[in-house]
């Protein structure tokens, strides 16, 4: 594993919305936990003050009616439901129900209240939630003690519990949906740069991004359109170079090679050593005209001249005929049977494909020992060209296919280095490819494809 392959991370729509989710919920959680303790305490301090107003009115009612008569009646007095209450008068209890006795309030009240004091505490009793208010009436050496139900006010503070948090999960969900539509409307400009760069990338180099309403935009639109023009340019300028160079070269390439012809048909009359310089003189001079007529062909298709023209061929006269025309008559061609009469490709880029291979396995691979064409797939084509060399290393399978690019074997060899890019272009410009892997046995095994080409 290389260990400099980058971490995989989330998108950055997917972060954005990520971001403006946790950020609402975030802030939403901390508005309802303030709301919360707001309303709390406001419900609360509410029910406690109703409690001591309530319990003050009754213990003022039971001091008039123990002062006019002595005694009183629990029963008799308005309480709420729920709620009960507990009269203490020279020690002795008196309540309304029997269910209910001094002992069902807390401690800390009765005692608060036994010493002549006024107190008032939140308790549960019998795992329901009371307030609970207790005062001493001197005049008539009593206590009185009454318990209010709070279940009410813990039954609205639930309520607003739950409405908060219900709140605040949607207020998350509303800022997801606005963060993924936020981010795809701030991301919508780099998409279309995106699309825009694969587009140069693919060859059109005259796509430019359209001007943007935004300032920031628009001046990210100028920006990749004053790059891409540079881009466009600079690459033009050097299409052109290479065109020029190489069809200024031509005439005193022609010129030198009549000459070194002229010179070659009369070697009889050279003395040996001339004879040697003479030979090695003829070789590269062919050398430098394959070349140029190599980079001239290069320059067409960079300049988009030549087009694909398909036409429906019989591979089974072409490919013998192509290895016949240039010296490889001897190379067994095999065609597989399930091949119909007639493929359509363009013969002239088919025959350049099909004779740079054999030209490459002769000049760096000891010779072709084998061309053959299978069927692939229900519509393309596969061409293959076997040789006797010592194969391709792994790491140059891709870049002997790029121009001037030489494997570890062929380095000391004669050749322009253009053969098999020019392979590769051919293949592009059918919609295929070119690739290189071991023969079964030894050497390699040079592919193309040829897609709907049946």
Known sequence: MNSTRRRRTLRLRTRVTLFFSLTALVASLGLAVTTYAVARSYLIDQRQQTAQTQAFANAKTVRDQLLVEGQYDLRDLRTE?????????????????????????????????????????????LGDPYVAVGLHMPSVNSQYLEAFPMESTERALRAISTALLVGSFVTMLLAGVLGWWASRRLLRPLSRVSTAAGEIAAGGLDTRMPPENDP??????????????????????????????????????????????????????LPDRTQQALDV???????????????????????????????????????????QRYGFGEVPVEIDKKMPSL????????????????????????????????????????????????????????????RFARGSAARHRVGTGLGLSLVAEHAHAHGGEAWVEDRPGGGARFRVSFPEAV
């Not at 062909?297 to 005929?321: F, K, N, Y």
């Open 343 to 402: 493929a359509r490709v363009d013969k002239l880029r088919f025959e350049r494909i099909l004779a740079n291979l054999l030209e490459n396995a002769r000049e760096h691979g000891g010779g072709p020992i084998r061309v053959s064409l299978d069927r692939q797939g229900r519509s393309a084509l596969l061409l293959t060209v076997d040789d006797a060399g010592p194969g391709v290393a792994r790491g140059e399978r891709s870049r002997i296919f790029e």
């Open 81 to 125: 439901s729920g709620g009960f209450p507990v009269l203490v008068q020279d020690g002795v209890q008196f309540t309304a129900d029997a269910s209910y006795s001094l002992e069902a309030f807390p401690l800390e009240l009765r005692t608060a209240v036994s010493q002549g004091g006024t107190a008032q505490q939140r308790f549960e009793y």
């Open 216 to 269: 920031d935009l628009d001046r990210l639109a100028r920006s990749f359109n004053d790059m891409a023009d540079a881009v466009q340019t600079r690459i033009e300028r050097e299409a052109r170079f290479a065109s020029d160079v190489s069809h200024e070269l031509r005439s005193p390439i022609t010129a030198l090679t009549a000459a070194v012809e002229v010179l070659d048909g009369r070697r009889g009359d």
């Open 281 to 323: 003189v003829v070789s590269q001079v062919r050398r430098f005209d394959h070349m140029v007529m190599d980079l001239l062909e290069l320059s067409r298709i960079d300049a988009g001249s030549t087009e694909l023209h398909r036409e429906e061929v019989d591979m089974r006269e072409l490919i013998p005929r192509i290895a």
